[in-house]
């Protein structure tokens, strides 16, 4: 017991730097001192009481339960993953990474537990001596410089619940409020030592803390001002970090160096105090200059794959969705503050390649794409006064999307709107729909002429008849001018801005008028590419556009014609049905199938020219028809089919369900014949699967991106299952791959490869799909615009838009002797006999009537023999 009142007297007189009391030295007054000695532990023992009591009545506030506090709402950032584990990204709210105890860096460690705590293993979340201490020197002697009186227990409890807001408060009511939020502090600190060791605590509270900038946790805070992992943190780098504990606003590196080494040396000071480092090691780390060179904000864009892993929150969503991978009570998981780690097939090396390839190849093609265009405008320069029309309400639209926009429509008619609501309904009101009674003020029945015309719903003509009676339509009316006026001084006066600069893909200040800017934006060409493994169906890497930061939109995803790259389709099915070799020839003249032709069901007779309206009579084997793109040919072998529906029958083995529909009801692969030369509308993702079966021995891999994925406790909810179907026979798909090796000419130095490119209408789509036997690309290039467009063949084709692309990316890897892309570098050929002639020397040799007549081929007028692929 007695040893017991020593350790105490002892902390007493470090807490307070008490000298020795002289022990002949007794208070003259003896009977003085006895009654203050009396009276304060009365005072001492009545104010226990009156925190028992005011402990016991905010026990019944709200309060963290024990099951609250044994789970945590931490919101932790998910970790997206490369094929090789390394970090690719992070979706999150809160830009945390949970580091557990045995992973906390001692640096960090030793330098809490000297600042905040350092009795922190001796009580019992209340440190009832720093609060008398606080209680004497601060309140009394008034001693600023003492200290806090909190734990570290106690300072994990404030983050756990809101603190009121004590603003414009009166100083009892303050006073209270503040008394109140301690109390709770302290009742929760004991519930938090009852549910957690000490070393959970402070890994609890290091992972809690918000260091600003976006940095939630120690872990994220030292990657956000060293650039390093906090594991290979140094002393004074640490000591920094638990400086900002105190106030991370106030010990701001970035804004106030001064005072965050000030308060890091402090820090350090302390550590030496509690005997982790000497006064030499001390004062040496005290000499190191504060460097936050490194400092770096994360953001959602930064490093590789921006767009994928944008796509990947939105392929997240819907698979949590399901009820399959619902939570155990039923809730759905969150990647963006659930700490999930998901396992990508992306490789680190080919998607750093692939976006090299894009930035060089894109720098070229809007060079180009500017020069065409510098002294013309692609919203007045449509075929006729229609189309200008449709590109000018566009315009119109991408104005409205606009901040400045928005904020001028509330200035004018946001209370009037309302005020409409209230008279007439829920309305939508926009400047298209004042335009519109508008005209119709001026010349009546003009919204009569566009309701019959179909230009607007019934809906529509309704409630602009509504509006036109409205009370709210004389007031509507007279600010019409007002709002016109101002909004295009505002839209047509140049101003300093910043834009994006496609040389550096980066940003450039310019002054130039909003309106400008949005044309000029808009004009920007872009490309959705897919690099997949036709062996495994990995997406090796991605890429959705030109810049992120500009352009969000991803291009990988979205259906574009696709052009000659349909050919491939068209030719790999009649080589399995019709059995002929690649080597016949057919005439180039034009083709006509007619209305009457019951397999195709034509309104009207169908004669499609080539894509230069050239037809030059002469006699192309499919080796020189696929490599010039004749239309004719095209024509002539769907002919030779009867039918697309077997052509439709093999996308469907290719992962294209040919059956299935579009928002408006359309079939995605339409029966007509014109989806030969292109018309259907497919995904680069799309096109790059069903080009795996040719890669992959005429075997479709469907194409994944995810691997797996684990909860924060590591237990995988999800894992991938490979999908595959056999989609053409061995021989018939090394037909069609000479076919695109002889006839793309790519440039390798050690792979095979091959392609077919596309062009659509106006130039508006660049295609290129490549093939090698370890990998598949699907590229597209082209505006977000269809009238964002090259004007000539010789400018706007697949293989001078798109290819280019392929040839840097082949280039690239084949240069890396690191990567295993040079290994089985030649497409598997089937053992034995094809069945197929590909030597069309020898082949018109034995064959010499092939070339003249056609006719001797045979007719399939339907999909009967469809089954040739199974």
């Known amino acids: 017991m007695w040893e017991k009142v020593k350790a105490n007297f002892k902390v007493f007189r470090k807490e307070f730097k008490f000298t020795d009391i002289n022990s002949g030295s007794q208070p003259e007054n003896k009977a003085w001192y006895g009654s203050a000695v009396s009276w304060m532990w009365k005072c001492v023992l009545g104010c226990v009481l009156l925190a028992y009591l005011l402990l016991f009545l905010v026990s019944f506030d709200n309060l963290p339960t024990f099951e609250e506090l044994e789970n945590p709402s931490y919101n932790q950032a998910s970790i997206i993953l490369d094929n090789k584990n390394g970090m690719l990204g992070k979706m999150y709210n809160e830009n945390r990474e949970f580091i557990s105890y045995d992973s906390l860096n001692p640096n960090l460690i030793k330098a809490l537990l000297s600042t905040e705590d350092y009795r922190f293993y001796s009580h019992s979340g209340i440190d009832f001596w720093a609060l008398l201490r606080v209680g004497i020197k601060t309140v009394i002697l008034g001693n600023d410089g003492s200290g806090g009186g909190s734990t570290i227990t106690q300072q994990l409890a404030k983050l756990l619940f809101e603190r009121p807001n004590l603003k414009n408060k009166g100083a009892i009511t303050r006073a209270i409020m503040i008394v109140r939020v301690k109390l709770k502090e302290w009742i929760t600190a004991i519930k938090l030592e009852k549910s957690y060791t000490k070393e959970e605590i402070i890994a609890l509270y290091l992972n809690k803390f918000d260091f600003i900038y976006e940095a939630h946790g120690v872990q994220t805070a030292a990657k956000t001002y060293f650039g390093k992992d906090q594991k290979n943190l140094r002393l004074d780098e640490s000591a920094m970090l638990i400086g900002m504990l105190k106030n991370p606003a106030l010990y701001n590196p970035k804004r106030s160096k001064e005072k965050a080494q000030e308060r890091r040396n402090v820090v350090l000071t302390l550590v030496r105090d509690n005997n982790y480092i000497d006064k030499n090691q001390c004062e040496s780390y005290k000499k190191i200059p504060l460097d936050i060179t490194q400092f770096r904000r994360e953001t959602h864009i930064d490093g590789l794959a921006p767009h994928f892993r944008a796509e990947l929150g939105k392929w997240l969503r819907d698979l949590f969705s399901q009820e399959n991978y619902l939570k155990s009570d039923g809730s759905q998981y969150n990647p963006y503050q659930d700490g999930l780690k998901i396992y990508t097939t992306l490789d680190p090396v080919y998607q750093a390649y692939a976006e090299e390839a894009a930035k060089e190849h894109m720098i070229s093609i809007q060079k180009s794409y500017f020069r065409v265009w510098e002294k013309g405008d692609p919203w007045t320069s449509g075929e006729d006064d229609f189309q200008n029309r449709a590109r000018a309400e566009s315009l119109k639209q991408l104005i409205r999307e606009t901040d400045r926009y928005t904020i001028l429509w509330d200035k004018y008619y946001s209370k009037i709107i309302l005020n409409l609501e209230e008279e007439i309904g829920k309305v939508d009101v926009n400047d298209r729909t004042l335009t519109r009674l508008m005209e119709e003020v001026k010349k009546p029945g003009h919204l009569k002429d566009e309701y019959n015309k179909k230009q607007i719903t019934k809906i529509q003509y309704e409630v602009s008849q509504k509006i036109l009676k409205s009370k709210q339509w004389p ?382 081929l045979p007719q399939n007028k339907g999909d009967e023999d469809d089954e040739i692929f199974e």
């Open 475 to 856: 007031k509507i009316k007279e600010l019409w001018n007002s709002f016109s006026d101002e909004l295009s001084k505002q839209l047509n006066t140049p101003v300093e801005m910043v834009v994006y600069d496609f040389e550096t893909q980066g940003d450039k200040k310019v002054k130039m008028s909003p309106l400008d800017s949005i044309k000029f934006h808009r004009k920007h060409l872009q490309i959705g590419s897919v690099g997949v493994n036709p062996k495994t169906g990995e997406i090796k890497c991605w890429i959705g556009g030109t810049n992120f930061k500009y352009f969000k939109y991803d291009h990988v995803n979205s259906r574009r014609q696709v052009g000659s790259t349909f050919k491939p389709f068209l030719y790999s099915t009649v080589i399995a049905i019709q059995n002929i070799s690649p080597c016949y020839e057919f005439q180039d003249v034009q083709y006509t199938i007619p209305a009457d032709d019951k397999n195709f069901g034509l309104p009207e007779n169908w004669t499609p020219s080539n894509a230069d309206g050239v037809f030059t009579g002469g006699m192309y084997n499919m080796y020189d028809a696929l490599a010039r793109s004749k239309n004719s040919v095209s024509v002539k072998l769907v002919m030779l089919l009867g039918s697309v529906e077997p052509i439709r029958g093999l996308l469907t083995r290719m992962g294209i369900d040919s059956n299935a529909r579009r928002a408006d009801g359309s079939l995605v692969i339409p029966r007509w014949p014109s989806i030969v030369l292109g018309s259907a509308e497919l995904s680069t993702m799309e096109m790059s699967g069903a080009y795996t079966a040719f890669a992959n021995n005429g075997t479709y891999i469907k194409p994944f991106f995810v691997y797996k994925i684990e909860d924060k406790n590591g237990r995988i909810i999800y894992r991938n299952t490979l999908k595959r179907n056999e989609a053409l026979s061995p021989a018939s798909n090394y037909v069609m791959v000479d076919l695109l090796r002889k006839s793309g000419s790519v440039p390798t130095k050690y792979v095979e490869a091959g392609g077919k490119s596309g062009t659509t209408n106006n130039y508006a789509d660049g295609w290129f799909m490549g093939i090698t036997p370890g990998l598949v690309v699907g590229t597209w290039v082209g505006g977000e615009d269809p009238w964002i467009h090259f004007n000539t063949l010789e400018t706007g084709q697949g293989s001078v838009m798109a290819k280019p692309f392929f040839n840097k990316l082949l280039a690239k890897l084949e240069k890396d002797s690191s990567l295993s892309f040079r290994t089985n570098a030649k497409f598997y050929r089937p053992p034995g006999d094809l069945g197929f002639e590909l030597d069309c020397y020898k082949f018109k040799l034995e064959n010499p009537s092939t070339n003249m007549d056609n006719s001797i």
